[in-house]
């Protein structure tokens, strides 16, 4: 069985509770008994790309787990490279594979610099079919910020990932792929992409409300009162997906 904690959008600098709201959650996974095969944070680590709020955010998210971090469309690639992984500054796409005994899991940087929408590039794509092709056998957890889908919340639907044919195609023939996940929406949510689970990691730093409890515009359906979402992605022996969300106090 292998169990992944996937958590997104904590935002650090957007508010004086996004480091308090991180520090809760992780502080969480580091006191859980048991040891997770995975912790994936998908996307939206800076508010502002700054170079302190990524200073803040590795430490804040350094774990007794494995962890894997990518970019949203609040992240500068330049400084999230420079200033939270360690590396060179560039300005090409910050894609990552995290491989373990017992899965591989491909972060792709689905971000477009300067926009709020998102796009995973030709660069991007092949390099997926990479990590797909070398898997060895291994199941590959597919992973990005912006949903590939509509998920019916106004605000979001709008920057979404677009022009998702050629990725749909890359994933539809693939077995070993047994969840795509995604974050940016700030409200945990389930539903399908190419043939398999979507599953939409809840927002850290605030929840966004849906249209039926009142959330119809960017200005009201943003709450930062609702505890930060995580979720835990349970991959059974027989090949089951399932997902259980925990708001953390």
Request: contains cysteine.
């Amino acid at each position: 069985m292998i169990v992944i904690a996937h958590l997104s959008d904590i935002h650090i600098g957007a508010t004086p509770e996004s480091v308090a709201r991180t520090t809760a959650v992780m502080r969480y996974l580091d006191t859980i008994p048991g040891d997770l095969d995975a912790v994936l944070v998908t996307g939206d680590i800076a508010d502002h790309g700054a170079q302190e709020e990524y200073e803040t955010a590795a430490k804040l998210l350094a774990s007794r787990h494995p962890v894997l971090v990518g970019p949203g469309n609040h992240d500068v690639r330049r400084e999230f490279r420079r200033s939270l992984l360690g590396e060179e500054p560039a300005d090409g796409p910050v894609n990552q594979v995290l491989r373990t005994s017992r899965a591989v899991y491909a972060m792709c940087d689905s971000s477009i610099p300067g926009r709020d929408d998102g796009h995973l590039d030709d660069e991007t794509l092949a390099w997926l079919e990479g990590v797909l092709d070398d898997s060895a056998g291994l199941p590959v957890f597919v992973a990005f910020h912006h949903p590939p889908v509509k998920l019916h919340t106004p605000p979001g639907d709008g920057i979404r990932m677009h022009e998702t044919g050629r990725l749909e195609a890359l994933l539809a023939g693939r077995a070993g792929v047994p969840a795509v996940l995604a974050g940016h929406a700030h409200t945990a949510a389930a539903t399908t992409f190419a043939g398999r689970p979507l599953l939409v990691g809840g927002g850290v730093v605030s929840t966004l409300t849906m249209p039926w409890e009142g959330g119809t515009s960017f200005a009201n359906c943003v709450d930062f009162t609702l505890p930060p979402l995580i979720a835990f992605h349970v991959l059974d022996d027989e090949g089951r997906m399932t997902t259980h969300f925990r708001a953390v106090p």
